[in-house]
């Protein structure tokens, strides 16, 4: 079996943020990258696929706020407040502006981040993401954040990891699947239902239409916790992006290295080919205009 090296991610730093101390990692050479991880886990879930944006990028992974070896004031926090932890972050890094790559709640991150913010973004990448869960979330998320609350944790991983990835995936890749698995355990119950309650509250579809960024949208088309329809919607909303539908759930972009390889086009700068390797049967591109063909 593959051992992940966590060590990939570089060493750990940390400084003091708005709402407590934010831990991140740092590596590799070129461009800043940051990356935000997705709800109740940490930055060692990108371990696996570092290596992929080290080789362009200085890459940066973030553990949000109360995740990892972040702390928080135990108080309850928004989406716009985890941006707010970003834009902390670069200040406290020297970064005028930087790419953004968020997976999941890390996405919600990253769009509110770039609408928000506009001239701190440059490229950006959302996975497997929304900008909103719909008109039932707040009660939705409140059932989640209570089960996040009370149930054991290792009661909920089998849920989880049927979210995360592939059945073959899961497969063949069972240490990707160890690490998450980890990284979930460990996280706090607290903290975990903050997170659920901060996404039922979360609507940044306004935001969309604020991004300037050069925007490319990944979606996995088993995706169950933000299906390809919300991946839609948010290319719809954002002038010029691109928008991929690639094989795969939820953690889309740890189950085809076609698809790393098309973000690290999209990072470069360089024109996104949609001419895929076997790995990436099914895409569809969207145009400046919003048709998706």
Known sequence: MTILNRHALGERSSFDGPDGTLSYYRTGTG???????????????WAGIVDDFSATHDVVALDQRGHGQSTWSKEDFSIADLA??????????????????????????????AGLYPDRVRRLVLCDTTAWYGSDAPEAWRERATQ???RARYLQIAFQVDRWY????????????SLATGLFLSCTPAVHAAACRCLGAFDSRDLLGQITASTLVICGEGDLATP???????????????????????FSIFESESLRQIIVRHLNGETVSFSFGDDLSSTCCKTSHGAVR
């Open 31 to 45: 461009e800043p990258l940051i990356l935000l991880h997705s709800l109740a886990l940490s930055a060692p879930l």
């Open 84 to 113: 707010n932890d970003v834009i902390a972050l670069m200040d406290h890094l020297g970064l005028a502006s930087a790419d953004v790559l968020g997976l999941s709640m890390g996405g919600s991150v990253a769009l509110t981040l």
């Open 148 to 150: 996040a609350a009370s």
């Open 166 to 177: 592939s059945e073959e995936f899961r497969r063949h890749h069972p240490e990707q699947v």
């Open 228 to 250: 390809p329809e919300m991946a839609k919607t948010i290319a719809d909303g954002v002038d010029g992006a691109e928008l991929v539908i690639a094989p795969g759930r939820h």
